[in-house]
């Protein structure tokens, strides 16, 4: 007889995510798409489960083959058999350790993160819901995890969400660069083809300023606001020599935090016309100055950079608002380094690292996408009930 995953319904704690999951592809009928590279003989546990599976332990808070497969080992009855079940299979009970690391050393890893790219994208959609969305690019080096070049492994995120304070953040694709942070530019032009770059702002460091990646976002519908270095020194000197001394600030802002206090200002003008970086309709200066409170130290900080966007896109608020919340990918990093232990973990066997990472970034935007802020508190509260990670992924019938 099939059995359904019913949820224990925590009243306080449990997010509403039906309507928005109602219409989202099912992540276990995705996961159908990632290819088997394990021998023939002797697969009774069908990959698309054991994702599924090391999905959920995930979003629970396991961070290794050890402790997925524990987590996994008490997942009810009922449960695993409706995974099986749902993908045409005889229920096997659940994978062992050495069945859960064959799969993830083994898998596709473009496919895998392709499936968890659609199963975002759909979900984060209804999120949006018409709100203005950056995506923000930046790289990773996985610590611990060593490819067969010698190289560690490095992987470039695209995070999207809305640039106010407080809104979710989601991971819309991933992709590795090829064994070095120089590469990024380039593993990002491919990585922006994948995406729906109209309506979007796109932000990323001063690597990234360069001309064939403003091309590609111009040419697909997006926008973006990115800061130069001295490294693009033509540009930079371009933008140094502009009026900036005469020009009085558009916007200023004073937060207090952390024993500190930090005024921001930000200066925008007109693009010049013979300025050597295409599709730019505004320069922009923003200045950020920071007094310890206890000590009275002061420090200052000065950025240049340009926007493809004409002011009635976006005027200085929403520039200095889109600089600000570029950095919120960092904290992306850091929940991957502190939840998941990510810069400590030891595995290096082919495509495992970048499996865990891709359900990691999986897990995370699920909770995000649930309405969950605190990703390691979130962790503890899914650990608790074994049925609650299948609810979050929206494995629930």
């Known amino acids: 007889m099939s059995h359904s995953v019913t949820p224990a319904v ?3 704690s449990t997010p509403v995510v039906g309507d928005v999951a109602s219409s989202c592809h099912d992540l276990l009928e995705l ?39 524990g987590w996994v080992a008490d997942v009810p009855a ?23 690391w064959r799969v993830c050393t083994d898998t596709d890893t473009d496919v895998l993160d392709a499936v968890i790219a659609e199963w975002t994208t759909t979900r984060h959609a209804h999120v949006r819901a018409g709100a203005p969305t950056q995506l923000r690019l930046d790289g990773k080096t996985v610590g611990g995890a060593v490819g067969d070049d010698g190289n560690q492994l490095h992987l470039l995120s695209a995070l999207a969400g809305d640039p106010r304070p407080g809104a979710v953040g989601v991971v819309l694709a991933q992709a590795p660069t090829d064994g070095a942070k120089t590469t990024e530019p380039a593993t990002a032009r491919a990585l922006l083809q ?22 590609l976002i111009h040419h697909h519908g997006g926008q973006f606001m990115f800061p130069v270095k001295e490294n693009r020194r033509t540009l930079f000197d371009a933008l140094n020599a502009l009026p900036w001394a005469d ?73 200095a608002a889109y600089n600000r919340s ?3 990918i960092e904290s992306l990093h850091w929940i991957r380094d502190t939840c998941y232990r990510e810069d400590r973990s030891t595995t290096r066997t082919r495509s495992g690292p970048r499996v865990l990472a ?30 609650r990670p299948f609810a979050i992924l929206n494995l629930t019938r």
């Not at 994948?194 to 360069?210: I, S």
């Not at 935090?257 to 930090?262: A, E, I, P, V």
């Open 78 to 100: 009922e449960v695993m058999d409706s995974l099986y079940e749902r993908v045409g299979a005889r229920p096997a009970g659940p994978p062992s350790r050495s069945t859960i």
């Open 10 to 12: 925590d009243p306080v």
């Open 326 to 328: 570029h950095w919120a």
């Open 194 to 215: 994948t995406l729906d770059l109209p309506g979007m702002t796109v932000t990323a460091d001063a690597l990234h300023t360069v001309r064939a990646t403003a091309e």
């Open 247 to 319: 020009t009085p600030p558009d916007l200023e802002s004073v937060d207090m935090g952390h024993g500190r206090r930090t005024r921001r200002t930000i200066r925008v003008l007109p693009a010049p016309p013979d300025l050597p970086f295409p599709h730019v309709n505004q320069v922009w200066l923003i200045e950020r100055y920071v007094t310890h409170t206890a000590t009275g130290k002061q420090s200052a900080a000065a950025q240049l950079g340009v926007a493809s966007h004409t002011p009635d896109q976006a005027g200085p608020a929403e520039l």
């Open 358 to 387: 891709s359900l990691r970034n999986l897990a995370i935007n699920a909770l995000r996408l649930a309405g969950r802020t605190d990703i390691t508190e979130a962790t503890r509260w899914a650990a608790r009930d074994m049925t």
């Open 31 to 69: 996961l159908l798409a990632v290819s088997d590279g394990r021998s023939a003989q002797g697969r009774d546990h069908p990959v698309a489960v054991v994702l599924t599976l090391v999905a959920a332990a995930t979003v629970a808070g396991a961070t290794g083959y050890t402790a997925i497969a």
